[in-house]
Structures are given as structure tokens and as C-alpha cells.
């Protein structure tokens, strides 16, 4: 079992930056694809961003070139660096681990397809 634990939020004005990290009980995130999801009341939840194992970003069109995606595996550790914030990046936002025992990259978009989630962190853009 693998628990992760974000932490970062808070609340930040419009053009403000913030950094969460999400951090594993086990040094395993070497092994495993990550994911960040934010999900808005009343709101279905969305990704955010992605990072393989082999530490290839992947991102929303809506935070592409304002959000970074990166992983200290030696502090088992994903962060999702968050500059130039909008209002309507205000959400809940979770960090996920997926488990690939295979070659090849699953679709990462996909909340469906992460298997530990952390439990969130709010994330709150003023105007």
C-alpha cells in the first residue's frame, strides 16, 4: 500500500504563483506514473497534468505554459509548480500514482486509470 500526502495550497491572488508537492510512504514513485487532478464544486474532476516514469510532462491545454510538472524521486516527491493563477484555477487538487507493470505508457488522462490517490489540497485564485 502507498499513501500519498499533498501538500502547498492555499489561497494566492490572480497572477500569484504556488508549488504542491505530493509525497510517497514508500520510495517507489520511481516506478510509477503520476498524475495531478483538480476537481472545482459541482465540478467533475480533471486532469491536470501528468509525469511517466520516464519523467515526460504531459499537460491540460487550460494550465499548458503556466503549470510544471517535476519529481525528486530521491525525496519521493511529484510537484506541480503553478505560476501566472486564474480564479477559475480553484479547486481541489490531487496528486495519483499509476501502476504500469508493462512497457509502454497508459493513458494518463484518465482518473480511472491511477490506482493511489492523495487527499487533496485546496488550491483557492482570488480576483
Known amino acids: 500500500q502507498v499513501q500519498l500526502v499533498e501538500s502547498g495550497g492555499g489561497l494566492v491572488q490572480a497572477g500569484g504563483s504556488l508549488r504542491l508537492s505530493c509525497t510517497s510512504s514508500r520510495s517507489v514513485l520511481s516506478r510509477y506514473n503520476m498524475g495531478w487532478f483538480r476537481q472545482a464544486p459541482g465540478q467533475e474532476r480533471e486532469f491536470v497534468a501528468s509525469?511517466?516514469?520516464?519523467?515526460?510532462?504531459n499537460y491540460a491545454d487550460s494550465v499548458k505554459g503556466r503549470f510544471t510538472i517535476y519529481r525528486d524521486n530521491a525525496k519521493n516527491t511529484v510537484y506541480l509548480q503553478m505560476n501566472s493563477l486564474k480564479p477559475e484555477d480553484t479547486a481541489v487538487y490531487s496528486c495519483?500514482?499509476?501502476?504500469?507493470?508493462?512497457?509502454?505508457?497508459?493513458?494518463?488522462?484518465?482518473?480511472?486509470?491511477?490506482?493511489?490517490w492523495g487527499q487533496g489540497t485546496q488550491v483557492t485564485v482570488s480576483s
Open positions: 495519483a500514482a499509476n501502476v504500469y507493470p508493462f512497457a509502454g505508457t497508459p493513458d494518463l488522462l484518465d482518473s480511472r486509470k491511477y490506482t493511489y
Open positions: 509525469s511517466t516514469r520516464d519523467d515526460a510532462p
